[in-house]
T-cell receptor
Framework: GNSVTQMEGPVTLSEEAFLTINCTYT??????LFWYVQYPGEGLQLLLK?????DKGSNKGFEATYRKETTSFHLEKGSVQVSDSAVYFC????????????FGTGTSLTVIP | EPEVTQTPSHQVTQMGQEVILRCVPI?????FYWYRQILGQKVEFLVS????????KSEIFDDQFSVERPDGSNFTLKIRSTKLEDSAMYFC?????????????FGPGTRLTVL
C-alpha cells in the first residue's frame, strides 16, 4: 500500500542552523511527492513538489530531492529563520489511487533567535 | 489570492449529536476533498468528490459520514451521530484537476471536539 513515514518532532533550531526533516515513503505505482507547511492558525500550504525520480523541488530556500532508490524525499534548508517556525508535512499522491494524498504525521519546527 | 475557507474554526458537540462542517473551495476548482487529523496522528484521507458525486472514500468514511455540495460554492461534511473518536482536525481541500499532479489547496481546518 501507500504510506509516508516522517521524522518525529518537535525540532528546535537556532536561527541560521541547517535543517533536515526526513521523509520516506512506500508506494505502489509512480507517486508524486510533496511537502506542505502549516503556519499557526492557517491551512496546509504547498511548499514544494516533485513528480518523478531525481526531480528536485525547491521554494523559499527549501529543497527536497525525489530519491527512488532510497524511497526518500528529505526536506532541507541551509539557514533557517524564525519565520520558518511551522509544522511540515510530507505527502504523496499515487497515480493508481486517484487523487487522494497520503500524509506523514507532521514535524513541528521551532526556530529560536 | 484565492483560498479555501472553512467554518467553524472550532466546533464542540455532545456525543450522538449531528455536526456539519462547512467549506468553501476555490471557485473554479472541480475536485473536493475531506481529510482529518486526530491529535498526534497522520492526516488521513476521508473522501473525494467530483461532478456531484463521491469519487473515492476511505474505510473511515462509513455510513455516519456524508458529503454534499448544496450550491455552487459550499462543500459540507456531515457526521450524523458523533462519537468520541471523531474528535479531530478536519481539513477541506480542492484542486482544479488541470495539473498533472492534482495539487490540492487546503483550508485552515475545523477542530471538532466531541464530549
Amino acid at each position: 500500500g501507500n504510506s509516508v513515514t516522517q521524522m518525529e518532532g518537535p525540532v528546535t533550531l537556532s536561527e541560521e542552523a541547517f535543517l533536515t526533516i526526513n521523509c520516506t515513503y512506500t508506494a505502489t505505482g509512480y507517486p508524486s511527492l510533496f511537502w506542505y507547511v502549516q503556519y499557526p492558525g492557517e491551512g496546509l500550504q504547498l511548499l514544494l513538489k516533485a513528480t518523478k525520480a531525481d526531480d528536485k523541488g525547491s521554494n523559499k530556500g527549501f529543497e527536497a530531492t525525489y530519491r527512488k532508490e532510497t524511497t526518500s524525499f528529505h526536506l532541507e534548508k541551509g539557514s533557517v529563520q524564525v519565520s520558518d517556525s511551522a509544522v511540515y508535512f510530507c505527502a504523496l499522491s499515487a497515480t493508481n489511487t486517484g487523487n487522494q494524498f497520503y500524509f506523514g504525521t507532521g514535524t513541528s519546527l521551532t526556530v529560536i533567535p | 489570492e484565492p483560498e479555501v475557507t472553512q467554518t467553524p474554526s472550532h466546533q464542540v458537540t455532545q456525543m450522538g449529536q449531528e455536526v456539519i462542517l462547512r467549506c468553501v473551495p476555490i471557485s473554479n476548482h472541480l475536485y473536493f476533498y475531506w481529510y482529518r487529523q486526530i491529535l498526534g496522528q497522520k492526516v488521513e484521507f476521508l473522501v473525494s468528490f467530483y461532478n456531484n458525486e463521491i469519487s473515492e472514500k476511505s474505510e473511515i468514511f462509513d455510513d455516519q459520514f456524508s458529503v454534499e455540495r448544496p450550491d455552487g460554492s459550499n462543500f459540507t461534511l456531515k457526521i450524523r451521530s458523533t462519537k468520541l473518536e471523531d474528535s479531530a482536525m478536519y481539513f477541506c481541500a480542492s484542486s482544479d484537476g488541470t495539473s498533472g499532479v492534482y495539487e490540492q489547496f487546503f483550508g485552515p481546518g475545523t477542530r471538532l471536539t466531541v464530549l
